[in-house]
Structure formats: C-alpha cells, structure tokens
C-alpha cells in the first residue's frame, strides 16, 4: 500500500446540499429537487438512501450524524498515535480522494498506526459498501463535489 492510500484511509473519513448551501435531509430523496440534483451528480437516489441507512446503522457512532464528524481535533493523533475519525462533508478529506481509494478505505479500514476504522469487506456486502461511499458523496456541497469531480477523472487516465 503507497502512502497515499495509507493517508486515505487514515483520513476516511456524509447531508445534501441545495446550491444555496442549505442542508436537505437524505430522507428527503424522495423531493423532486433533490432526486434530480442526485442525478445530476450521477448518483442513484435509491442507493443514497440504502447508503443513509447503513451508515446510520455502522458509520455515524465514529463519524457523526450526517457525517459531521464528532471529534474537533480530527487531524491530530491521539495518545496511541491514531487519528479519530473524521468528519466525511466538506470539512474532511474524503472528497480529496477517488471512488476507488474510498471503497479501498472502507473494504480495508486504516492501517495500523493511523486510525480505527475496522475493516467492512467481510461485515457489509458490497453493495452496502458502495451505497455509503454514494452517501457520503452525496453530503458534499454542490463546490465541493465539482473539485471531486476533476479528481475523479484524473484518477481514471492512463
């Protein structure tokens, strides 16, 4: 594993948001608006939702409601030189990094030294593993996820 790998899923660190910057519920998936905003952003908001719950279910005790995060000093270790989790919006680092390092990050959890995320791979189905990584993207701003946008395609050249 590079080192940047190891730095994602140390860092691995999700709430939609209207172009104005105002919080939408996930629930709400259902709203035409936020249907078709999901969709402008290649998102299936069938999987969004599938997302929320299982990361209800396994991922906000660490990383918050919404993936807020739940730790202020998220970037600092703590006595055994782990990082807490971090938050999973715009204020982490999970929207600096691909589709494929994310699921990476989920599947394997962090390496040792660098957090607690556990490994999912054998816990949650894949599908469930690729609903939270869309529920996660889903809890970008609309900037936000544009500049994820280039990384994901820079990710994707030969």
């Given at each position: 594993?590079?080192?940047?790998?190891?730095?994602?899923?140390?860092?691995w660190?999700?709430?939609v948001?209207?172009?104005?910057?105002?919080?939408?519920?996930?629930?709400?998936?259902?709203?035409?608006?936020?249907e078709?905003?999901?969709?402008?952003?290649?998102?299936?908001?069938?999987?969004?939702?599938?997302?929320?719950?299982?990361?209800?279910?396994?991922?906000?005790?660490?990383?918050?409601?919404?993936?807020?995060?739940?730790?202020?000093?998220?970037?600092?270790?703590?006595?055994?030189?782990?990082?807490?989790?971090?938050?999973?919006?715009?204020?982490?680092?999970?929207?600096?990094?691909?589709?494929?390092?994310?699921?990476?990050?989920?599947?394997?959890?962090?390496?040792?030294?660098?957090?607690?995320?556990?490994?999912?791979?054998?816990?949650?189905?894949?599908?469930?593993?690729?609903?939270?990584?869309?529920?996660?993207?889903?809890?970008?701003?609309?900037?936000?996820?544009?500049?994820?946008?280039?990384?994901?395609?820079?990710?994707?050249?030969?």
């Amino acid at each position: 594993m590079n080192r940047a790998s190891a730095a994602v899923l140390a860092m691995w660190g999700g709430l939609v948001l209207s172009s104005a910057g105002m919080p939408f519920p996930v629930a709400a998936a259902t709203d035409a608006g936020v249907e078709a905003r999901l969709k402008a952003r290649g998102l299936d908001p069938a999987q969004v939702a599938r997302g929320r719950v299982v990361f209800d279910g396994h991922c906000a005790r660490c990383h918050g409601a919404e993936g807020k995060g739940k730790f202020r000093n998220w970037r600092e270790p703590d006595a055994d030189g782990n990082y807490p989790p971090p938050p999973l919006d715009d204020k982490g680092y999970a929207r600096h990094h691909p589709t494929e390092a994310l699921l990476e990050a989920v599947h394997v959890g962090s390496p040792q030294g660098y957090g607690i995320m556990p490994r999912w791979e054998n816990r949650l189905a894949e599908p469930d593993i690729r609903a939270v990584v869309a529920y996660v993207k889903s809890l970008w701003s609309d900037a936000a996820y544009r500049e994820w946008m280039d990384i994901e395609r820079a990710s994707q050249e030969p």
